[in-house]
């Protein structure tokens, strides 16, 4: 951390700031230069609140020069985690696609689903059966017998399955039927959650909230980590702008800076990124060039009567064409899909 | 719902955007103008997804036409509705207010600031007895020894008390001691919560989520009162943007909107909403001026040392001038304090 | 500025560094702890690119220490700027009102609303000539002969007056006729526009940016003042945020946070700042309640059918009774008005 | 336009709404449902202000249905339109690159930087002579003289050029040296300027401004373009988010958004949209995976020592490599470059 003073800072003001530092357990530097003293603050913990110091007498700017999260960092842990479920390894040079309804609706769905986006170059079946909608009226998932139905289809068609938990109470059931286990946008921050998710090996895909910063999402998988569970997938699926045309706006970027800050494996959803069929497939491709791990994707077989989120999934044949481009995009800047 | 044609829609696709329409039980209006039709839809259930309609071929824009809440809406319930707990009311002409410290540390602390604030005019004590840390090192409050002893500090001093809960395995318990239950900024849309929360006649402090809407932010509302709590007071704690010399951007004028929008009262936290001490004065005057009915403020006997937040607390003697003040704007806008 | 490196930076990384620092005239201080090295560089220019360091291999984050700002800081001149014209002192302890009609509509309006502003309390007559406006097809402001009866109208009624300038080649013409200069937020880093304004001594209203930063803001007023005009007065109007309900989410925070950093006045325009009539009060008694300086208030006494922005211009009976408001709120916190 | 009223509007109210409407030209048609009144509004004009109706007593919502731009609409223009300048044609299925230096330095670099981007296939060279620079104390480029040695290196290169136009003053000027003018973010809304440069028929590369919506972004060109200059080109790059670790958050979804809306050529310009070198790669290829008509790239052939923006501009080599990739991601998706 690095406290600087004010101009016109007293001797007094600056030897209250060094005993405070000292106090909690800092290394201090001092440099005086022509017209401010600027106090470098060498400590080993991450969990300060920096605007302790700022608000002491005659400090202007207080800057943290560590960033608060440790097991997810790169400088840490300098090579990429690679989550190996299976044969299917997330984080290295193959571009993994997890597809699937938003809803489990129903056997004859799902069955459906699995095998026309096994059949396209899927490896994981995505699908739901806790839904957190924002309408206390809207359909809220099959629950259990949802994931008992999707275990099945996943098992006779060759995939693996990621599913929502959206309370820690449906943890011991859930590692039952998940081989990855997702947190929603909207629960990126639960940390009860993220904190019983930390106790068990299961892999999470954990999902960027709607406003949260990049080093915020590094937090929240910092708790996963800090429990004992490494296997944590970043997920990328749109932030909150001022702009409407879009249900969020893609923070493409996050890819490459996630990338160079984080060892951890990230993916992108363009389906939740963009909220609209015609705006997957364009963000998809970006994903993938922009070099993303893999990617998630709804996928219907009847969007017009899915239960949920028919208008963000694609038509299977729109899924397949997809995968055919991403697959020369990936190879177009050395990976394979 | 109103649907909007494109110009040069085809009579196959209006027909089939109509049909579609009926087959989801809406009552349609068709009106035909010289370079446009546009359909009106008329149904009795909120909960929908406009998207279904928006993806349709031939269809430009679709745009809805009622709030998606209906408990939480003046619409429904034009009289504000006041949270009266014993001889305490909120959402009338008094403003209310809660203060105290952000976590309870020990019986000592809790006594000497219940009764500091109680002097100064606050109704109300808070204190986090379980702290939702972004970071998993960070000190995640005493639990429920912790609410035993606010409890006790409260009576002695004759205030309530509100504290937060994060998970709703923590409700049987809390409700014991609270008075009025905080769903925090993070946990807004934590449904499964929300739900449980619905269950109980305890009043709620439901905080605005970061990135939250309005309009969200009284479907969280919605949540609640569906299960039968009608007893929800909403709090503006400051929203997030590009300017990053406040933590969040306190968006003042929710206050007049929410006002419009619902019945439900509203009261501001100036000191989440700004982060700094400094700014937490100006800001819970703003909230009053602006017809807050109440505020929620951070106070600490010795913020330097607090266990959490200490940057962001009032010293008891700022606080009791802030009072002062605000009990003269109160005043001006025709209420009081 | 300080440098930090990276944990695992080599000597030969730093040395760079260090030799690129001393190439653009930094003087250096190093010190090295136990797992990182940081380089602290001072200089005398404001206007570095931090980033040509950040680029630099072995280096993990650069941190400016200063604002990139000087003449409008509140470390090079701590006393509060008051701009002065004739009687009128803005930036003092007096709450300065501008109020008038959005745009000059005909010499008649003009005369009405001026009549019934000045007995409501203000003191500066503000109307538009020149009209930025979205629509190329909008009402673009009567021009020259506008300004000549807003002159004559202010003349009469004992006001002064703020009109927006829109081009650098309005300039010589708009002296003659305003004692303020507006510059729309639309123009905010209208750069070459901005330079014209500093070669006058005419006082400045600077409107923030829908976007721009508190800094950008107070950068801007730099520009100005490098060219030698000091007579800058900032406004706060609303900046873009994800929330719909309103236009623009007033920003009431930035008013105590440029008083802090800046000593120019600053002034809150609630009629921007919300777009919509019946939020304009309970902004403004806010932005009072938080400090602001002054209020500039859209009046028209026939706003449907004012030429532009009729919907957020109050009617001349509100208009009074915000004032009486706004007096009582301003004496409570030790201000007039 | 619909207008919809409250639930508990009056006769009274519902017939005012409909004078009010008449008065202003436009066609009513009225519908009543159970629990609302719903009008809908058509009018030939563009150019209205909707919140006129959202204040009149009664009215609950207003929605517009028409998009407010007309010849930018792809509505009125359904083909696309492809800006042609000798053998250079932007808005087909090529993909177009304009590269070069942030600013033009010298005689020597612009040559040196002209051929390299040649030599690696981009058509169009970009360097500014005069620049938006943020501080009045940085280097604000080299005016004419720089645009003269920039058109000789072009034309000995065998490119076109585009540079920035910053007030209307210069555009007779520029005419003379520019194959394209560009209008940068931060003068989106300068009006003046956009007028003037409808007068020209030189092609205009306008750049969304950093918190511009898509829709104001396509109001600006309609400036140009009712005017009579038709060849707009739009540029993506970057908006103002609250993520802070990039300078902006590039919106890779608006180039399939604008494709949709408008008939006119979308670029993107990855530099700006990410501010550091090492992630203009990954966004360049995401946008032309998205589908963006062409790239706009600052490459510096000695960065560390640019008079501007070196931090964000390629190497070389970088450069060459980059444009390899995206020549197998047009591929990919049927386009070529």
């Known amino acids: 951390m690095v406290v600087v003073m004010e101009k016109n800072a007293t001797q007094a003001q600056i030897e209250h700031v060094v005993a405070t530092l000292i106090e909690k357990n800092f290394d201090v530097h001092r440099s005086t230069g ?3 003293t600027v106090i470098g603050a060498i400590g080993d913990k991450a969990n300060f609140d920096e605007r302790e110091f700022l608000v002491l007498d005659g400090v202007s700017e207080v800057v943290r020069i560590t960033e608060p999260y440790k097991l997810a960092s790169r400088t840490f842990h300098p090579e990429n985690t690679i989550v190996q479920i299976k044969d299917v390894k997330i984080g290295g040079d193959e571009v993994v696609v997890m597809a699937g309804p938003c809803s489990i609706e129903n056997e004859e769905q799902i069955e459906t689903i ?8 899927a490896k994981i079946l995505r699908g739901g059966a806790f839904k957190p909608r924002t309408s206390p009226y809207s359909f ?10 999707m275990r099945a289809a996943a098992d006779r068609n060759d995939l693996l399955i990621v599913s929502e938990i959206m309370d820690r109470a449906q943890l011991d059931m859930m590692v039952n039927y998940c081989d990855i286990l997702q947190v929603g946008a909207r629960n990126m921050q639960n940390f009860d959650l993220l904190k019983a998710l930390g106790k068990v090996q299961t892999p999470i895909l954990l999902k ?11 937090m929240s998988a910092e708790y996963i980590m800090a429990g004992g569970n490494y296997n944590v997938i970043i997920c990328e699926r749109g932030i909150r702008t001022f702009e409407k045309y879009t249900r969020n706006t893609m923070d493409i970027s996050a890819i490459p800076v996630i990338q160079k800050l984080s060892h951890l494996p990230i993916i992108a959803d363009p389906s939740h990124g963009t909220g609209i069929r015609n705006k ?14 893999g990617l998630q994707i709804e996928v219907h077989h009847d969007p017009d009567h899915a239960a949920s989120d028919g208008a963000q999934s694609l038509y299977p044949e ?8 991403c697959r020369l995009i990936a190879k177009a800047i050395g990976k394979r899909m």
């Open 34 to 36: 022509i017209s401010r």
């Open 114 to 121: 699995a095998a026309l986006v096994k059949k396209s170059g």
């Open 140 to 149: 809220q998932g099959m629950g259990e017998e949802g994931l008992r139905i």
């Open 208 to 218: 960027r909230g709607m406003s949260a910063t990049i080093e915020e999402t590094l």
């Open 280 to 293: 997957v497939a364009p963000m998809a491709r970006a994903s993938v060039a922009a070099g993303a791990h």
């Open 318 to 325: 729109q899924f397949d064409r997809l995968m055919e481009e």
